[in-house]
């Protein structure tokens, strides 16, 4: 089953240049989902206005989130597949550091 997690990161940079940072960033925060097998996982991403939509599959699991660009905060959700679900805590820690260097 997965488990979702959610992570707001509060920024002072604007919609255009948090979502640039994001944009630019995404690489580090894949590995980070993934769980230390971003080798084993491929990930799509595309953008809808001010949300990145992105997809990770791979070792026939799935992982699905979402990136909202918010006027001072950016909020990031994650479906994480049954694999990751144990590492759930964990991913969501360094998803926050990540997110936060971003967003410096």
């Known amino acids: 089953m997965a488990r979702p997690i959610a992570v707001t990161i509060p920024h002072d940079l604007g919609k255009d240049e948090a979502r640039?940072?994001?944009?630019?960033?995404?690489?580090?925060?894949q590995s980070q989902m993934?769980?230390?097998?971003?080798?084993?996982?491929?990930?799509?991403?595309h953008w809808d206005g001010d949300r990145l939509n992105f997809?990770?599959?791979?070792?026939?699991q799935t992982i699905r989130g979402r990136i909202d660009i918010l006027p001072e905060s950016?909020?990031?959700?994650?479906?994480?597949?049954?694999?990751?679900a144990a590492l759930a805590d964990r991913i969501t820690g360094r998803l926050q550091q990540e997110t936060q260097k971003l967003l410096r």
Not at 34 to 45: I, R, T, W
Not at 74 to 84: F, N, Y
């Open 74 to 84: 950016v909020r990031l959700e994650v479906d994480l597949p049954e694999l990751l």
């Open 20 to 29: 640039r940072r994001i944009d630019e960033g995404f690489g580090k925060l």
């Open 34 to 45: 993934a769980g230390g097998m971003l080798g084993l996982v491929s990930f799509e991403q």
């Open 55 to 60: 997809t990770g599959a791979g070792l026939a």
